[in-house]
């Protein structure tokens, strides 16, 4: 099984805004991240979790964003401490429905073999028309909407 989420309000909250509103240069003060604003970026709380539990089970996990800056959030990823839990990556501009066909290629999966979540529902409508099981999680991702799926 491939569970997939989007970044900006799913795993992350970026001050209130997406992560390509935000300001670089980056800095993290002790385990805190900020913009050079002093946006506050941070994980939800049960993220870690919720990739390692995911990662424990055997299953693989794939970020999806359809950021306008791929270079700020991978930045953010690796910031946050999370980049290296994801087998796959696909984040650039444009719709999520190229985001999945590329990584049905790369993972070799079907798409009914996918998990998504995502705060935004625009997404799970049209993820949801390929067979993707597509969770909303308007308030980000937290450990019970996983639960029942592993």
């Not at 900006?8 to 670089?24: E, K, N």
């Not at 946006?39 to 055997?58: C, F, N, P, Q, S």
């Not at 950021?67 to 910031?79: F, K, R, V």
């Amino acid at each position: 099984m491939l569970f997939v989420f989007d970044l900006d309000f799913t795993l992350w909250d970026c001050g209130g805004t997406w992560c390509d509103c935000t300001t670089p240069p980056y800095r993290k003060k002790k385990e805190h991240i900020f913009d050079s604003v002093g946006r506050h970026i941070r994980l939800y709380d049960d993220v870690r979790a919720v990739l390692d539990t995911l990662i424990k089970k055997g299953h693989r996990i794939a970020a999806a964003s359809r950021t306008h800056e791929p270079e700020w959030a991978n930045e953010l990823l690796e910031l946050l401490g999370i980049n290296g839990l994801f087998d796959y990556k696909e984040i650039y501009p444009g719709p999520k429905i190229p985001h999945f066909k590329t990584l049905k290629n790369k993972s070799s999966l079907e798409f009914q073999d996918m998990v998504f979540f995502d705060d935004e529902y625009r997404n799970i409508e049209d993820v949801s028309g390929l067979g993707v099981k597509a969770i909303h999680v308007p308030d980000g991702i937290r450990f019970s909407d996983v639960y029942g799926l592993i």
